[in-house]
């Protein structure tokens, strides 16, 4: 499966990260609120027939990538943002 296309809207308090998932029209996403120079990661879904295949993980990746381009850090409070950072200590760094 190729990378799903990322989109981000921000309205300064609260944002997500979603990805079109093939076979459906039921997006990924993940949300987050801002809370300071924080982002709290407090959702993520995929569609049932989209699970498995690394989509939330990619809307995860996008969260840190922009928290490093941007300076902010993440505060996971979805369980499965929590997972993965405790998967990926290379993400300390924008760890609140």
Do not use: N
């Not at 079109?20 to 569609?47: C, N």
């Amino acid at each position: 499966m190729a990378d799903p296309a990322i989109t981000r809207v921000d309205d300064g308090e609260t944002g997500a990260y979603y990805a079109d998932v093939e076979g459906t029209d039921v997006k990924a996403e993940l949300t987050w609120r801002a809370k300071g120079a924080s982002r709290v990661a407090d959702h993520t879904f995929t569609p049932p027939e989209a699970r498995g295949q690394g989509i939330a993980l990619k809307l995860v990746e996008a969260l840190v990538a922009d928290a490093r381009a941007e300076g902010f850090t993440i505060v996971p409070t979805c369980p499965y943002v929590v997972v993965q950072f405790k998967k990926h200590p290379e993400w300390a760094d924008v760890l609140a």
